[in-house]
């Protein structure tokens, strides 16, 4: 099997886009806002982070709010203060891919029912002989539906890998703030 020429592959999904109707950029652009986010996030979850946890605890036992602190319920409102804009970090872009991948297949069922609201206008006119109108409605429905789960389903998968890699960050940084609570350095 010989690997197709760049042009024609383009062709080949121009044609694609096409056939799926009026839904299709939109899915487009929602695949590239969701793998945009995703990407995002995965720079925002590397480990690094941790380190500018560890500088804001640093930054807040400089500022008074060192083991000897008055109380211990201000301390640890001082430090979760300090720490807020890195947790806040952590969960950028979470939103924003929860809600693609929500609305990717539900952007596709419209597609489909598009094609097949197309479908039965051309039957209604009679086109069942000339089958192109009923045929293009069809094509388009399926095309839509599947444009949906092809957005919907990996975006999917790597953000619950992503939604892990969070949750064991904030983990380590709620380890590293009761170890500061607990007076010893972490």
């Known amino acids: 099997m010989s690997a197709l020429p760049v042009t024609t592959m383009l062709d080949k999904l121009v044609e694609l886009l096409v056939a799926g109707g009026w839904v299709m950029p939109p899915l487009v652009l929602a695949a590239a806002v969701l793998w945009g986010a995703l990407g995002w996030r995965a720079l925002v979850l590397r480990r690094s982070v941790l380190v500018a946890v560890e500088g804001a605890l640093r ?88 444009a949906g789960l092809v957005v919907a389903i990996p975006g999917l998968l790597v953000g619950r890998l992503l939604g892990r890699r969070e949750r064991a960050l904030l983990a380590e940084v709620d380890r590293r703030l009761e170890q500061r609570m607990a007076g010893g350095a972490a």
């Open 59 to 146: 930054t807040a036992d400089a500022a008074g709010i060192g083991p000897d602190a008055a109380t211990t319920d201000a301390r640890r409102r001082r430090l979760d203060a300090a720490i807020l804009p890195a947790r806040q970090w952590l969960g950028s872009g979470r939103r924003l891919v929860e809600a693609i991948v929500v609305a990717a297949p539900l952007t596709g069922l419209l597609g489909t029912v598009s094609g097949m609201i197309g479908t039965f206008a051309a039957l209604s006119e009679g086109a069942a002989t000339a089958t192109g109108g009923v045929a293009g409605g069809i094509s388009e429905a399926l095309l839509t539906t599947q």
